[in-house]
């Protein structure tokens, strides 16, 4: 990320990653769990690379007819990142719908341009672009290509 030294952007993936952890995604689980949930929100399922086991975490998707688009804020660092880089085949669940995939890292991408069409209107388009630079610190865009499609 321009003008962050690598330190800085560590220590933020670091205090992201536990916010994440232990209060984001336990409550957007719990949501789910409850029946609450969003469009823009999936939950992938990756497995581990070192665990070999089924880890999903939710995340933000952007769902087409083909696959979807995915920013991992914090680049290769993020753990389903690292779990993509080990085993690309994954699942996606959006709603109650699970579909397989095979994942690949797009670092072409523009991640901020990417980021705006997760949401539908411009005043939405714009707080996404917003949160995601706020939240980001080495972000890469991700494809999910359906199987099949």
């Not at 709603?95 to 901020?112: E, I, K, L, M, N």
């Amino acid at each position: 990320m321009a003008g962050r030294t690598p330190s800085a952007a560590v220590r933020k993936f670091r205090r992201e990653r536990l916010i994440g952890r232990y209060l984001v995604n336990p409550a957007v689980g719990l949501l789910d769990r409850l029946g609450v949930r969003s469009s823009l929100i999936a939950e992938l399922e990756t497995i581990g690379a070192r665990s070999g086991r089924p880890r999903r975490v939710p995340v933000t998707a952007s769902i087409d007819a083909t696959g979807a688009w995915l920013i991992s804020q914090h680049g290769y660092r993020s753990g389903w990142a690292r779990n993509i880089a080990a085993d690309p085949h994954v699942r996606l669940r959006q709603g109650s719908h699970w579909r397989t995939g095979t994942a690949a890292f797009v670092p072409q991408d523009d991640v901020v341009a990417r980021s705006r069409t997760f949401a539908k209107g411009r005043v939405a388009a714009a707080v996404a672009e917003r949160t995601m630079k706020a939240l980001e610190s080495d972000p890469i865009s991700v494809r999910i290509t359906f199987a099949g499609a």
